[in-house]
């Protein structure tokens, strides 16, 4: 009689959100994931090596900068049916700007399993550098994260004039190559003298906070030579006159203690 035979399960596919640069801000999770695959791609032209480098001795780390998303699907694809784990490693959160949903729609297509393991992204990153927030009471309690249309087109609803118009707090990605339009953008609806966070590869060694406003953000961009990974915050509290949050105050009652 002859034996059966039982086929390999697919090995899981493990988005990994890496942060924005610093390793220390990987996640336990992320870094499981990467120590225990037997791939690893991960976004050369935005992840820092040394994010990966906690991969295992003799394990494939494919920089995906210079791949296709078929090429770079070829390769999870020949090892997650072989049975090994694969770690996708991602800038910031998969979830921005990441091309998840392309990849996501091949690896269902082949019947192999995927999870998503978020990061800190850039915006969150920079706030944290600087120690500044993104809501401030009674002036802002809004974040919208967006980036200027170039090569990819955005929407026109989410034209950046017009997100601009409802004066909260902005996190503007992927557009440093664009300062002049996207100056003139937010000066359509945003008081000049609003503050700009300028963060230039947050995260990485040469990590640089620079300061300006709506008004100078363009001439800030040129003269400090602020191109690829710079995020720009755009803070409307930020120079607002000191609030405080009702959550603390002793005249505010919650579920968890009654007012004063």
């Not at 040394?50 to 090892?79: F, I, K, N």
């Not at 034209?159 to 100056?183: D, M």
């Not at 609806?189 to 963060?199: Q, R, V």
Request: proline fraction near 7%.
């Amino acid at each position: 009689m002859a034996k059966s035979t039982k086929s390999t399960a697919p090995g899981l596919v493990s988005f990994v959100g890496a942060g924005p640069g610093d390793p220390e801000l990987l996640t336990i999770k992320g870094r499981k994931a990467i120590e225990q695959a037997s791939l690893v791609i991960y976004a050369g032209s935005l992840v820092p090596p040394d994010v990966v480098a906690c991969a295992a001795p003799g394990v494939p780390v494919v920089d995906s900068a210079p791949l296709t998303l078929e090429q770079c699907h070829d390769l999870v694809r020949r090892t997650a049916l072989s049975g090994g784990a694969v770690a996708r490693v991602h800038t910031g959160d998969p979830s921005l700007y990441g091309a998840l949903r392309e990849q996501a729609r091949l690896l269902d297509k082949d019947g192999i399993p995927w999870l998503v393991i978020p990061g800190v992204t850039a915006a969150c990153a920079a706030a944290a550098a600087a120690g500044v927030t993104f809501t401030v009471p009674e002036v802002t309690q809004s974040l919208i994260i967006t980036r200027m249309e170039g090569r990819t087109p955005v929407p026109e609803r989410e034209a950046l004039r017009l997100l601009a118009a409802h004066g909260t707090s902005l996190a503007v990605y992927l557009s440093a190559g664009a300062s002049e339009n996207l100056q003139a953008e937010l000066l359509a609806h945003t008081p000049p003298e609003t503050p700009i966070l300028c963060a230039y590869r947050v995260g990485w060694p040469d990590q640089r906070l620079v300061w300006t406003t709506a008004g100078t953000l363009a001439q800030c961009v040129e003269e400090n030579g602020l191109v690829r990974q710079t995020v720009f915050l755009v803070l409307p509290g930020q120079n607002a006159a000191d609030t405080a949050s009702l959550l603390y105050a002793a005249k505010f009652s919650h579920g968890y203690r009654q007012a004063d």
